[in-house]
């Protein structure tokens, strides 16, 4: 158990909707990262938040959106689903937010399904 | 920009030795890392090497940097079965802020 917890586990939904992912990150992790993982295009990264702040942008559809509340959880919202947007979504912290040591704690991921 | 590469797959026999490679551009990464995710679950770190190092060794497995090719190899050795899972390589960014992944390399070990 990595101490990031992630809910839903599993989500199936239409096209055209719109869903919310949420992350808990390890107690004292200050970092939250999100990735998306597909068949064909591995692992990628989208976002990532540093105490509130976004602090790096990855591959990001301009139809999704993120964000990391006081108490440093983060939700990433997902909107106008298309079927390509079925994928498992990790979310990870860390600690630190720098050019060092940067291990990231993943957690179980949410699985999307997009009818 | 920046990118890791990792060959897709790799078949081998238990006990014997498996070696996965990872190219990466970012020359002035501080750290490069190995994940493993097994079946249905999260990633998880197996490994790191700071850029100053040429090889790490822990228990059975073996690290090589080579700072030139920018090439970082993962040495698994007596593979077995437990170890049939993905493997990332990973770098961070300059600048620190973003950790990009590689592909993946499935590993399959044959009984």
């Known amino acids: 158990d990595s101490g990031v917890t992630q809910t839903p586990k599993h989500l199936i939904t239409a096209t055209g909707q719109r869903v919310t992912l949420r992350c808990s990150p390890r107690s004292g992790d200050l970092s939250v990262y999100w990735y998306q993982q597909s068949l064909d295009q591995g692992l990628q990264f989208l976002i990532h938040y540093y105490n509130g702040e976004e602090r790096a942008k990855g591959n990001i559809l301009e139809r999704f959106s993120a964000q990391q509340f006081p108490d440093l959880h983060s939700e990433l919202n997902l909107s106008s689903l298309e079927l390509g947007d079925s994928a498992l979504y990790f979310c990870?912290?860390?600690?630190?937010?720098?050019?060092?040591?940067?291990?990231?704690?993943f957690g179980p991921g949410t699985r999307l399904t997009v009818l | 920009g920046e990118d890791v590469e990792q060959s897709l797959f790799l078949s081998v026999r238990e006990g014997d030795s498996s070696v996965i490679n990872c190219t990466y551009t970012?020359?002035?990464?501080?750290?490069l890392y190995w994940y493993k995710q097994e079946p249905g679950a999260g990633l998880q770190l197996l490994t790191y090497?700071?850029?100053?190092?040429d090889m790490k060794q822990d228990q059975r497995l073996t690290v090589l940097l080579n700072k030139k090719d920018k090439h970082l190899s993962l040495r698994i050795a007596d593979t077995q079965t437990g170890d049939s899972a993905i493997y990332f390589c990973?770098?961070?960014?300059?600048?620190?802020?973003?950790?990009?992944f590689g592909a993946g390399t499935r590993l399959f070990v044959k009984a």
């Open positions: 970012d020359s002035s990464s501080t750290y």
């Open positions: 990870a912290s860390s600690v630190v937010s720098a050019s060092s040591y940067n291990e990231q704690f």
């Open positions: 990973a770098e961070i960014e300059t600048g620190g802020f973003k950790t990009i």
């Open positions: 090497i700071f850029s100053n190092m």
